[in-house]
């Protein structure tokens, strides 16, 4: 209950999800984002946003769009789109970055690395 408040509250007035498989990270939001969007018509009445040609079931916002509209952005999201990996690689170290701001660790304690599914499976 509690994501599901806090995505109401971040994206409010917009709806749908992103990927079919909301609940599990994997670039399907790249995969996706590079395929064909058109925006939502009426009788929708909240914020503007895209929805999927192929099944009008996803969603993007504008922001999103973005992405894929300026080319500074579009090479990393074509990137993205193709290779998970590379995803999984750049998004780490920024986010363990943005959990650990104002946090002081011992030089000597290395970071904490965590698997995969893929990898665990090995």
Same mark, same amino acid.
Do not use: C
């Given at each position: 209950m509690f994501w599901e408040e806090l995505i109401k509250v971040i994206w409010f007035n917009f709806d749908g *999800?992103?990927? *079919?498989?909301? !609940?599990?990270? #994997? &670039? $399907?939001? !790249?995969?996706?984002? @590079?395929? &064909?969007?058109?925006?939502?018509p009426p009788p929708?009445?909240? &914020?503007?946003? !895209?929805?999927?040609?192929? #099944?009008?079931?996803?969603? @993007? #916002? *504008?922001? $999103? @769009?973005t992405l894929k509209? !300026? *080319?500074?952005f579009l090479k990393y999201t074509k990137i993205y789109a193709k290779d998970q990996d590379a995803w999984f690689r750049d998004f780490a170290p920024a986010y363990t970055k943005l959990l650990e701001l104002g946090i002081t660790y011992p030089e000597d304690q290395k970071p904490m690395v965590f698997k995969t599914l893929d990898e665990q499976a090995n």
């Amino acid at each position: 209950m509690f994501w599901e408040e806090l995505i109401k509250v971040i994206w409010f007035n917009f709806d749908g *999800p992103w990927s *079919p498989q909301a !609940y599990l990270f #994997t &670039n $399907d939001f !790249y995969e996706n984002l @590079m395929q &064909n969007w058109h925006v939502r018509p009426p009788p929708w009445s909240g &914020n503007k946003q !895209y929805q999927d040609d192929e #099944t009008n079931e996803l969603m @993007m #916002t *504008p922001s $999103d @769009m973005t992405l894929k509209e !300026y *080319p500074e952005f579009l090479k990393y999201t074509k990137i993205y789109a193709k290779d998970q990996d590379a995803w999984f690689r750049d998004f780490a170290p920024a986010y363990t970055k943005l959990l650990e701001l104002g946090i002081t660790y011992p030089e000597d304690q290395k970071p904490m690395v965590f698997k995969t599914l893929d990898e665990q499976a090995n």
